[in-house]
């Protein structure tokens, strides 16, 4: 994605967006990416360029600034680089440390499926590379293209339904609407899928969109399980 540069009249609440999305997976996600992503917020705050997108930290600092050994702060950076995130603007030389380019478009990116946890306005904004939303602008959907709304009944899921819905209609009508709630105990929301296939598309490549937006709706459910 293609995202609008951090400097002019919005550069303020658009550094916010970045931030707030970077953490947001930072929370969905207890593996790699969420750890990275809350290292790399915290990088971002404190040793950031916005003007030149880069920052220029030695390894012992990075390890004073997450809390970890040199090691484990260099094999970050290096996992960091490994996912397209940042990359090396100009090697180190003798008295300098190296200086980094962080690339906020695969930043971005990789968190595009926990958006919806924060709401249906920042997953438009953000949808338009950080851009305002123009009031103008008018979308019709092609008549066919996306299932019925999302059912109100009070429910649990039926509250998780309409954020997704909010988050992406067609995303919502091809995968989540085929899921029906079984149980909800133990901080955990049992959702059943038509099929095997479905159940493990899902789990695959939509697990953290559909926890974040579990989470949003009830913070005190920690575990999605889904069954055929």
Do not use: N
């Amino acid at each position: 994605m293609q995202i609008a540069k951090a400097t002019g009249p919005r550069a303020a609440s658009l550094k916010y967006d970045i931030l707030t999305a970077l953490l947001v997976l930072a929370q969905a996600d207890s593996g790699v990416d969420g750890r990275l992503a809350g290292r790399l917020a915290l990088l971002i705050t404190a040793r950031f360029s916005w003007r030149t997108e880069t920052f220029r930290v030695g390894v012992r600092e990075l390890g004073q600034l997450w809390s970890v050994t040199e090691r484990t702060a260099k094999r970050e950076l290096a996992q960091m680089r490994a996912h397209g995130w940042v990359s090396v603007q100009r090697t180190a030389t003798r008295g300098r440390v190296a200086e980094h380019r962080i690339h906020l478009d695969q930043v971005l990116e990789a968190t595009k499926s926990c958006w919806v946890a924060v709401g249906p306005d920042f997953v438009e904004r953000m949808g338009q590379g950080g851009k305002a939303s123009d009031p103008a602008r008018t979308v019709v959907p092609f008549p066919g293209q996306l299932g019925p709304s999302p059912a109100t009944d009070g429910s649990l899921w039926s509250a998780v339904s309409h954020m997704l819905h909010a988050g992406d209609a067609a995303l919502y009508s091809a995968w989540f609407a085929k899921l029906h709630e079984v149980s909800c105990e133990d901080g955990c929301l049992t959702l059943a899928a038509p099929s095997p296939f479905v159940r493990s598309y899902i789990e695959t490549h939509l697990r953290v969109r559909l926890l974040s937006a579990v989470t949003a709706v009830d913070g005190g459910l920690r575990e999605v399980r889904l069954i055929c």
